[in-house]
């Protein structure tokens, strides 16, 4: 059978919700699905490698993505630009790979305008209370810069209903299985698996026309099979009489 292309998984969900914890997990329960390389125009931070944790390209080169429509989706952020190269997702979809995109809610519209087919996940804290106390936690933001994230974190969640899934993080291993889950079933629509369909029908007719073959006859069409024996059946009692 034909390999099953991969899957657009875009992920929002606000900040302090565990997103990059889920998906580390997902990645232990599954072994075809790896995370999305981005372009940047800013430079390499140590130890970080061209082609595994970003694209590292000029600002004229990444203008050029643009220009070219090879990015699905851009963004400039402290004076550096993001963005996710086409060329990259279409290629590890083909190889069968689920790509997934860690990727805020104007990221998310982009996108799925290029890519209808994208899924779309919103990962929820089960409270804004647990939010919250998740973020005090980290201890690397001011007063200010919680209450700013809390205040964005109600914005996101407001536009949860425009995404095909919520996942509620309030165990990460849990998450992650609601994560698998929701791959697992986007795999098994009649789109995805109809060629599977149509190749099962195809081996089913060549088998029965191969029986046939070796009995030294061709198969009965369905007609023909229920007609065969009303007419052995007239025989028979035309001999009788």
Same mark, same amino acid.
Do not use: C, Y
């Given at each position: 059978m034909n390999r099953q292309t991969g899957? %657009?998984? %875009?992920?929002?969900?606000? #900040?302090?919700?565990?997103? #990059?914890t889920v998906i580390a997990r997902l990645m232990r329960l599954r072994d075809d699905v790896c995370f999305s390389v981005s372009a940047t125009t800013r430079a390499p931070r140590p130890g970080e490698v061209d082609g595994k944790d970003y694209f590292f390209v000029t600002r004229t080169a990444f203008d050029a993505m643009v220009a070219g429509d090879e990015l699905l989706e851009h963004a400039e952020y402290v004076g550096n630009c993001y963005g996710t190269p086409k060329s990259y997702v279409e290629r590890r979809c083909a190889e069968g790979m689920h790509v997934l995109l860690d990727i805020d809610v104007q990221g998310v519209h982009q996108i799925s305008e290029n890519r209808p087919d994208a899924i779309r996940v919103f990962m929820m804290p089960p409270s804004l209370a647990e939010l919250e106390r998740r973020l005090r936690g980290r201890h690397t933001d001011d007063e200010q810069k919680i209450c700013e994230r809390l205040a964005q974190a109600r914005r996101e969640c407001a536009l949860a209903y425009t995404y095909d899934y919520i996942v509620i993080n309030d165990d990460p291993d849990v998450a992650a299985k609601e994560l698998d889950a929701i791959i697992t079933a986007e795999c098994c629509r009649y789109p995805d698996r109809k060629n599977y369909f149509t190749e099962v029908l195809e081996n089913d007719a060549l088998s029965s026309h191969e029986r046939a073959g070796r009995q030294g006859r061709q198969p009965l069409s369905a007609g023909e099979s229920g007609r065969a024996p009303r007419a052995q059946h007239r025989r028979r009692c035309a001999g009788r009489g």
């Open positions: 899957k %657009l998984i %875009l992920i929002s969900g606000p #900040s302090g919700t565990g997103k #990059s």
